[in-house]
């Protein structure tokens, strides 16, 4: 890794490791969400450009940008899927859909969720995981924020819990995150940092490990997958 890419101020920004963080974007619409293509040629990101916020792709080599989704909903929390072929995005009413990069084509993979966290991808592209409400019961709202793990294969769900009785943070931004490799996840408990060891299909291969003992969020890896970055407070940390 020797970039890190974040929104502030309505604009994206870039910075080298240890570098200061350049504009990328400078204009009256509102840019956020930027994630990273796997080769790290481009970044998908959402935009307000159109009228209503679309996912919008910038060749950081050139600066070209072209929109990528126009679905009457607004379309969030991109990420994009290892073999490079496909994004995964959130609308605003919580469902989960996927755009091939190429034609544009949308799918939508799981019902509207309430609240749900950002996505992340298998390492061999096949699940969709993330932070969602796992209710105690069928009569009330309440429960606890645990790993919901999504077959594309199928478009089975499931949901596992890596400690009994404890969220996996606030949902929004605090992981899971799956490593490039596929080994582990990096999560936010309890305010801190933690990596989780899973399987392929996301289920936990043994407890997880507190890396931090310091307010994280934001956590995102590597591509060499030795490396953690988050946000504690109001500073960068890897």
Same mark, same amino acid.
């Given at each position: ?107 939508? =993979? ?10 992340? /991808? @298998?390492? &061999? %592209? $096949?699940? #969709? ?79 997880? =490990? ?10 995102? /890896? @590597?591509? &060499? %997958? $030795?490396? #953690? ?10």
């Amino acid at each position: 890794a020797s970039q890190v890419a974040f929104a502030a101020l309505g604009d994206l920004w870039v910075m080298a490791l240890e570098g200061l963080p350049r504009r990328v974007t400078n204009d009256r619409f509102v840019e956020m969400d930027p994630a990273w293509s796997p080769d790290g040629s481009h970044l998908v990101f959402s935009s307000d450009r159109d009228g209503t916020i679309d996912l919008w792709l910038r060749n950081m080599n050139t600066g070209q940008e072209r929109a990528l989704t126009h679905l009457p909903a607004a379309e969030i929390a991109a990420a994009w899927a290892p073999d490079g072929t496909r994004i995964a995005f959130l609308t605003d009413a919580g469902a989960i859909h996927t755009v091939e990069v190429e034609s544009g084509e949308t799918r939508k =993979v799981h019902d509207a969720l309430s609240r749900p966290g950002h996505l992340t /991808w @298998s390492s &061999d %592209s $096949r699940v #969709i995981a993330l932070s969602a409400l796992q209710p105690s019961s069928t009569r009330f709202r309440e429960g606890t924020n645990q790993i919901l793990a999504i077959s594309l294969e199928d478009g089975s769900d499931r949901y596992f819990v890596p400690v009994p009785h404890r969220s996996v943070g606030t949902r929004s931004t605090d992981g899971p995150v799956w490593s490039p490799d596929g080994d582990k996840m990096a999560l936010v408990m309890n305010g801190t940092l933690w990596v989780l060891p899973v399987k392929p299909t996301g289920e936990p291969m043994g407890p997880p =490990v507190e890396l931090t003992r310091e307010a994280a969020d934001s956590p995102s /890896w @590597s591509r &060499d %997958s $030795r490396e #953690i970055l988050f946000q504690s407070n109001d500073r960068l940390k890897i």
